[in-house]
């Protein structure tokens, strides 16, 4: 019987230094990883990548930290020939990398549009495709986009833009990679209680959108909380394989869709 469960595994996180990505790190390393590889994007996060390194090692885990900036299609590349040097074809794959521009559409520049689109859309193909090539068969790849992809919202025109096509690229993945046992799917949780959010939002946003979800009043800030990310990841690259080809909006019914 094919061994659906992360014991033994060796895992790849794009953005796995820290936030979610950091959590999804120290998580599988405590459900027996075997080797998990953190990537992350640039110097400001090299010391976060090195805790998270250290705590997956102390959790029993093997792991390396390597940086690249992401939006070139030969760093992806060059990405996963490091870890597959490293620790061997990758079993698991996720993909947690993303920007939030919060602008007017009508004032948004060619430039901030350029750079979105590399980092939400550009990077997701990519990860995909040398993902498609290097994860071993049964795999799975899972990607983090986001549940304004459900919403009817102003202001995130080039955010939820610029991950929409994440769905088409999922759809498409999982159906090519099926044949070898490989599921793909994505997930989009509400506005999480991270750097990334509040850098974004003024504070009356922020009150909106804590108290914008069905269960806000049972979250610890009103926001979607990283470790309620976390079990759903895991699933769905372990017992919940069968599921492929789905984007899964997990927000406590902040947008439906």
Same mark, same amino acid.
């Given at each position: 019987? *094919?061994?659906?469960?992360? /014991?033994?595994?060796?895992?790849?996180?794009?953005?796995?230094?820290?936030?979610?990505?950091?959590?999804?790190?120290?998580?599988?390393?405590?459900?027996?990883?075997?080797?998990?590889?953190?990537?992350?994007?640039?110097?400001?996060?090299?010391?976060?990548?090195?805790? *998270?390194?250290?705590?997956?090692?102390?959790?029993?885990?093997?792991?390396?930290?390597?940086?690249?900036?992401? *939006?070139?299609?030969?760093?992806?590349?060059?990405?996963?020939?490091?870890? !597959?040097?490293?620790?061997?074809?990758?079993?698991?794959?996720?993909?947690?990398?993303?920007?939030?521009?919060?602008?007017?559409? /009508?004032? !948004?520049?060619?430039?901030?549009?350029?750079?979105?689109?590399?980092?939400?859309?550009?990077?997701?193909?990519?990860?995909?495709?040398?993902?498609?090539?290097?994860?071993?068969?049964?795999?799975?790849?899972?990607?983090?986009?986001?549940?304004?992809?459900?919403?009817?919202?102003?202001?995130?025109?080039?955010?939820?833009?610029?991950?929409?096509?994440?769905?088409?690229?999922?759809?498409?993945?999982?159906?090519?990679?099926?044949?070898?046992?490989?599921?793909? !799917?994505?997930?989009?949780?509400?506005?999480?209680?991270?750097?990334?959010? #509040?850098?974004?939002?003024?504070?009356?946003?922020?009150?909106?959108?804590?108290?914008?979800?069905?269960?806000?009043?049972?979250?610890?800030?009103?926001? *979607?909380?990283?470790?309620?990310?976390?079990?759903?990841?895991?699933?769905?690259?372990?017992?919940?394989?069968?599921?492929?080809?789905? /984007?899964?909006?997990?927000?406590?019914? #902040?947008?439906?869709?």
């Amino acid at each position: 019987m *094919t061994n659906r469960s992360i /014991t033994g595994k060796t895992v790849l996180i794009a953005g796995g230094g820290k936030n979610l990505g950091g959590l999804i790190a120290r998580d599988f390393a405590a459900h027996g990883a075997k080797a998990i590889v953190v990537h992350f994007n640039s110097a400001a996060t090299q010391a976060a990548a090195a805790e *998270t390194v250290a705590a997956v090692k102390a959790a029993g885990a093997d792991a390396i930290a390597i940086q690249a900036d992401l *939006t070139s299609a030969n760093a992806m590349e060059d990405l996963f020939a490091k870890a !597959t040097a490293a620790f061997g074809r990758p079993d698991i794959a996720i993909n947690t990398v993303g920007k939030v521009l919060k602008k007017p559409l /009508t004032e !948004t520049t060619e430039a901030e549009f350029d750079e979105m689109s590399a980092v939400n859309s550009k990077t997701a193909f990519f990860f995909l495709k040398e993902a498609g090539k290097a994860v071993n068969d049964n795999g799975a790849v899972c990607t983090l986009v986001t549940s304004l992809l459900g919403a009817f919202t102003p202001f995130y025109a080039t955010y939820a833009g610029t991950k929409a096509p994440v769905e088409h690229f999922t759809r498409a993945a999982s159906k090519e990679f099926g044949a070898r046992g490989i599921s793909v !799917t994505a997930i989009g949780p509400g506005p999480m209680d991270t750097s990334f959010f #509040y850098g974004q939002e003024t504070p009356e946003a922020q009150a909106y959108h804590k108290s914008a979800a069905a269960l806000s009043p049972f979250s610890k800030t009103g926001l *979607t909380d990283i470790e309620d990310i976390v079990p759903w990841v895991r699933f769905l690259v372990t017992e919940g394989w069968w599921m492929t080809g789905q /984007t899964i909006l997990v927000n406590g019914g #902040y947008t439906t869709k």
